[in-house]
């Protein structure tokens, strides 16, 4: 069927496009106007602003902190505020898909429970999907750097890894730190060295690097890196920028990282210092990792941190859970309007979105649960486009609090271009997906249209229309039909002979064959990236 979407003003920067114009749909794709002008369907958006579908590249919707997180917490499954809102797999498609988002990346899966996770994922509707690959706290990589191996045979490894379990890319979360957890250490930074192994956070790190390097991976690393949420962390999250040496790297929920020492408390905001460094380095990209108020849980495979976490937790119950490579751990949190350090992480991930000055670097995030449910995000896109609605929540907020941001003095208001290269153009070149994220003649044609309205919010909230594949699957904030998505995935060349080391060492350590873990092709639909080799 041809239909055409008439009268909207597209925005859509890959193209460099902002203009009132029609967009043409059929067969699943953006196609030109045909030469009668006729369509089988018309759908009026005069007014309405045209984007393409919107691509989340940090949410956790799937794997064993999910499900523990939902196991310890029922009392908060679904609940309004509640920690994601999403009772059944059914729930996360709709809400997404009904703010415009058409694709969302699950960042952290572990090689042996991607079976699992991929299955859960396969019964989300609405959404396209994708995982990254959690690697570099696993016994396996960390003997290959403590024996100096090459490069190849790393990449090796992380390419039959990334393969079998069917991801997007290479995740490392605290390099070495969930290893060191293992070995009693309750604290671990960049030059700090895994006790058994005697390799370093800073080796693990560049190995990992060099090996999506040499596999050609669009993704680059992406990175949870070391100290997450400490006072002074900003040195942290410096000291690896410059350990990446050029190469591209991708930090994960940078707010997390933007914290110095000053002031009475030792606590303050430090992410206009780190935003002047990312504003210098064209190598590094980052999500932001918002934080907003209200009830939430943490998840994380940084076990290290979450062990350190628990005290805070509320309600009062945690989970850790000390498992092979990253093992995981579950802190449920509330984040208040009435706390100093509260208040201020919610100030720095604002500073680091108005201070950082390309948004094709920058991505918007919650680091879902972790900073916030993804419920949250029209709220945030709201506060991003009106300093006025900023200075409306700052009045409600710890003076102290923000007298240790920049926030109060930042007036920097974010246009419909920025809103669709943070949310959708810069998110397809990062993950490689050529053919989302912009309204390209022979794109796939996932479409969001919102009607401008007074309340941001609210526009965000409930899209007017959203198309996926060409099909009309939500109008005015309401899904239509039910339709499935497909899951990106890689499968970079390596050297076979690395299954028959595997073999042997899985047979010794676990006593299982390491093809047990594999995700089987059929177990829902798969769309191939290819690899810069």
Partial sequence: MLTVLKGGRIVDPARDRDEVADLWLQDGRIV?????????????????????????IHSHIAGTNVNTAKLLLPELIGQEGGFDGTPIPHEVGRLYVQMGFTTVVEPAISPHVAVQAHAELSRIPFIDTATLTVLGNDDYFLRLVRDGESDAALADYVARNI?????????????????????????FSLDDEVPSYGVSSRQIFKAAQRARDVLGIPHPVHLHCNNLGMAGNVETAIATMDAAEGLPVHFAHLQFYSYGTEGPRKFSSAAARLAEEMNSRPNVTADVGQVMFGQTVTISSDVLRQFDGRVAAFPRKWSILDGDGNGGGVVPYRYKRTSFVNALQWAAGLELFLLVNDPWRLFF???????????????????????????????????????????PSLNREYDWREIAIMTRAAPARLLGLSDRGNLAIGSKADVSVYRPQED???????????????????KDGRTQRTVFGTCFTLQPEFDRSVDRRLKGYYEQVYGVPHTLFDVPGHLKSFETVECAQ
């Avoid at 941001?456 to 939500?474: P, S």
């Fill in 365 to 407: 995030t919650t680091d879902h649960p972790n900073g916030a449910p993804f419920t949250a995000y029209p709220d945030l896109m709201a506060l991003l486009m009106s300093r006025d609605l900023r200075a409306q929540w700052m009045e409600t907020l710890p003076k102290d609090a923000l007298d240790a941001t920049t926030l």
């Fill in 163 to 187: 393969t079998a379990a069917r991801g997007l890319g290479l995740k490392v979360i605290n390099p070495g730190g969930a290893a060191a957890f293992k070995e009693n250490l309750r604290s």
């Fill in 456 to 474: 941001r919010a609210a526009m965000f909230r409930d899209a007017a229309y959203v198309f996926r594949n060409g099909e009309l699957v939500v």
């Fill in 32 to 56: 030109e106007a045909p030469a009668n002008g006729r369509a089988d369907e018309v759908v009026d958006v005069s007014g309405c602003v045209v984007m393409a579908g919107g691509i989340d």
